[in-house]
């Protein structure tokens, strides 16, 4: 008897994935948490019924969300992660070589728990020194962060805009994102489907753009995404993300165990398609 786990995306599409096993479900104070075992993808975490990320095409998201602002940046040492609490953004952000500290702020303890258990591929970057954990509301913890202690790249890797993450999506919190970034910081923000979030990803490129002066979006193929294509919502009032820093020259960019960033990926996952370009037009 052939077993299946079914996203319903939209409403009127979605994906289906053979599954192996169940390896665990629970219900945490936040969300239902399950991992599959598949045959296409290796495990599988999921969140209230939404696929976060699958062993064998984790690496796209957590890369393009983590390296492209890391590596517009001249040195970014402090970086705050919201969300992410698999881990995945965080290995990523520690291949960077200025990194000296990441804050990495979740909601739900249980994520961390479960990666560390059935993703330590995912989660290795959790016991880094350079990484402290905080069991929190990225919302809450924004609001606290102080004059000395702001940060030089802030991501949010965030869940749908739905349930705990919804607020994540709107403009006070993106404003106190700002504060809480150095004069010369780095915002990016996972932001859903050019196909299928088109007002969402508008609305939001233009809060980015009134904030930073000037908001981009880069896409990434996301198999099990709806729709396949991914959206990155960057802005800065100093770089142009578009650009690795320079002073990255000489970095040996193939010496960083990378299966999807590279240099000539940085630029051109900002070069969109025409009906995402459409997206972002005044
Ligand atoms: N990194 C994965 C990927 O490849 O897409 C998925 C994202 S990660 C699992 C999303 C995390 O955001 C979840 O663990 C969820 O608990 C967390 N989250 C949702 N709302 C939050 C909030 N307001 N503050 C902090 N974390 C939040």
């Keep these: 008897m052939e077993a299946w786990f079914f996203e319903n995306q939209t409403g009127n599409f979605g994906i289906k994935i053979r599954i192996k096993k169940v390896l665990h479900h629970e219900y945490s104070s936040f969300q239902e948490i399950t991992v599959y075992?598949?045959?296409?993808?290796?495990?599988?975490?999921?969140?209230?019924?939404?696929?976060?990320?699958?062993?064998?095409?984790?690496?796209i998201y957590h890369e393009m969300l983590g390296l492209v602002p890391l590596f517009s940046h001249k040195n970014p040492e402090t970086v705050l992660i919201i969300g992410g609490g698999d881990g995945g953004v965080v290995r990523e952000c520690l291949k960077n070589p200025f990194v000296k500290h990441i804050d990495l702020v979740e909601i739900d303890k249980r994520v961390v728990d479960i990666s560390k258990e059935f993703f330590p591929g995912i989660s290795a970057g959790l016991d880094d020194k350079r990484v402290q954990i905080i069991r929190d509301d990225g919302i809450e913890f924004l609001k606290r962060v102080k004059d000395n202690d702001k940060y030089d790249v802030i991501l949010i890797d965030s869940t749908d805009p739905v349930g705990p993450a919804e607020g994540l999506f709107k403009r006070d919190f993106y404003s106190s994102a700002e504060r809480a970034l150095k004069c010369d910081g780095i915002f990016s923000a996972q932001t859903e489907s050019p196909f299928f979030n088109k007002d969402l990803i508008g609305d939001i490129n233009k809060i980015i753009e009134d904030i930073y002066g000037e908001s981009s979006l880069y896409c990434a193929m996301i198999p099990v995404y709806p729709g396949g294509l991914w959206s990155f919502t960057i802005g800065s009032k100093k770089y142009r993300p578009q650009n690795i820093h320079k002073s990255y020259k000489g970095l040996d960019f193939a010496s960083l165990d990378l299966k999807y960033y590279s240099p000539e990926i940085h630029t051109s996952s900002f070069i969109l398609p025409n009906f995402v370009k459409e997206i972002c037009k005044p």
Excluded: C, Q
């Design 37 to 59: 075992d598949t045959f296409e993808f290796g495990k599988m975490l999921v969140l209230d019924r939404a696929v976060m990320f699958t062993e064998r095409n984790e690496f």
